[in-house]
């Protein structure tokens, strides 16, 4: 009854920033994202009945609050599945900041779901594994498959058409980097879920972002088939500052960028006008994950390390699928 996974967290290249079902966690807009090598979520689950009620531990601290209540929703379903009552120990640790924007919820929401439908004996396909994921935590749908994936937005009410499709192997295009620039250990002040609600609720351009979101998916998806650098890194950049126009145009409005970011958004644009083709792209928070190619990846992250606020840089390939691992954190 104990099973341990390890899930990468993946950065949106088409964001999803707005839900159409709040509950069941269903998008306004289908995305695509690519999974992370280096940053990931590693996850223990135990259910026992020696446990008298559920406890979370994430990065060493006993949780308590929203983000157990979210582990507990998600282990309800698991168990509802499973027509079971045990209770369960969920022990969890990210090898990057929690909650500042580096899709700390994508890597865990996947993570936990893999570990506990494991746990407590239920065999489910990736396909399943998304859905479950996506009730935690959108994103994470998409945390289940390496490489580049697609989350359908979907159209039936209930939810069991809007998952994540693996679109390109994590070896597909091993010249892909992404490289992370970290300007803030803090957590963000603005949650996306609260974000994305308001954003839906108040911003005047949504209904902009929504019609033009399906051709950046076809852009990303041409880019990928052709593996053209400069069509991937100019559609992801433009569809990231879109996403962050709505973030600006919400009442109240919701800025995630910080000094550095800025620079790093100069930066990147200067250096492109000089010949080293880089691109940007932006989460909900200020971190900025820079897309290139390997032969430009030490000139990229010796420059990113430069500039004035960058704490620390982590170069990703493609990541991997999701998975099930055999070393428990308990
Ligand atoms: C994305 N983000 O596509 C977008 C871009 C942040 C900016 O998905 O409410 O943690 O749990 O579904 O998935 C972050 O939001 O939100 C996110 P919920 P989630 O990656």
Known sequence: MKSTALANANIALVKYWGKRDEKLILPQNSNVSV???????????????????????????????????????QLDMVREIAK?????????????????????????????????????????????????????????????????????????????DSYAKKIESYDYWPELRVVVGVVTLSEKEVKSRSGMKQTVETCPFYDGWLKSVDKDILDVKEAFKNKDFSLLGKTSEHNAL?????????????IYWNPSTIR?????????????????????GPQVKLLCLEKDEQEIISRLKAVDGVIDVISCKLGRDAKIIYEHLF
């Open 264 to 284: 790093i958004m100069n930066a990147v644009k200067l250096w492109r006008e000089n010949g080293l083709e880089s691109y940007f792209t932006i989460d909900a």
């Open 84 to 160: 079971s009552s045990q209770k369960a120990k969920v022990v969890s640790k990210n090898n990057f900041p929690t909650a500042a924007g580096l899709a700390s919820s994508a890597s865990g929401s996947a993570a936990l779901v893999m570990a506990a439908t494991d746990a407590i004996g239920l065999n489910l396909d990736k396909k399943d594994l998304s859905i479950l994921a996506r009730r935690g935590s959108g994103s994470s749908c998409r945390s289940i498959y390496g490489g580049f994936v697609e989350w359908n937005k979907g159209e039936a009410g209930d939810g069991t």
């Open 35 to 73: 999974t992370l090598s280096e940053l990931s979520t590693i996850t223990t689950v135990e259910f026992s009945d020696d446990y008298d009620e559920d406890i979370f531990i994430l990065d060493d601290k006993v949780t308590s609050g929203k983000d157990k209540e979210r582990v507990l929703s």
């Open 242 to 254: 879109k996403m962050h126009a709505l973030m600006i145009a919400t009442v109240p409005s919701i």
